[in-house]
């Protein structure tokens, strides 16, 4: 997030928010608590929610349907083109499943980096671990100069 609004110039920040939700593993109660505060204002607004982002080379977006049918979700997708050495897939919540903060917004959509497994299933390593602790600057490069790119295009 910080080297988002880094990145960001002051007219751009004047029309973005970012909010940093709390007890995410205690069902999700601080992104409950604000949609719940800001009802009426949150019900049209766009959000992505970044979650176990800094470890993986495949880069989910998991879309809530009022998301997939917003003009901001295309943009999104549009705006990254150069994957590098990531693998993007932009999904529907009903292609897969995030227990995540964005669940919570009508427009949410979900960041997530995974790794595969032998078998090819996608998952979050070691995540509620101790062993929780690895972040990959090139994935923070990679998600933050595209959503910035983003931001740009709305």
């Known amino acids: 997030?910080?080297?988002?609004?880094?990145?960001l110039?002051?007219?751009?920040l004047n029309d973005v928010s970012f909010i940093l939700f709390d007890n995410e593993e205690k069902g999700k109660k601080g992104s409950?608590?604000?949609?719940?505060?800001?009802?009426?204002?949150?019900?049209?607004?766009?959000?992505v929610n970044?979650?176990?982002?800094?470890?993986g080379d495949n880069i989910l977006f998991i879309a809530e349907e009022g998301a997939v049918s917003s003009p901001k979700y295309s943009i999104l997708k549009d705006s990254f083109e150069d994957?590098?050495?990531?693998?993007?897939?932009?999904?529907?919540?009903?292609?897969?499943q995030s227990n995540s903060d964005h669940k919570n917004f009508p427009l949410g959509v979900a960041c997530i980096a995974c790794k595969k497994n032998s078998m090819g299933l996608l998952?979050?390593?070691?995540?509620?671990?101790?062993?929780?602790?690895?972040?990959?600057n090139e994935n923070i490069d990679f998600i933050s100069k595209n959503i910035v790119s983003f931001i740009s295009k709305i």
Request: with cysteine.
């Open 83 to 96: 994957k590098g050495k990531f693998r993007l897939d932009f999904l529907s919540h009903k292609e897969a």
């Open 123 to 136: 998952y979050t390593p070691h995540i509620h671990t101790s062993k929780d602790v690895v972040v990959s």
């Open 1 to 7: 997030i910080l080297n988002i609004i880094d990145s």
């Open 32 to 47: 409950k608590a604000f949609f719940s505060d800001y009802k009426d204002n949150m019900k049209e607004c766009f959000l």
């Open 9 to 12: 110039s002051k007219d751009e």
């Open 50 to 55: 970044f979650d176990c982002v800094g470890n």
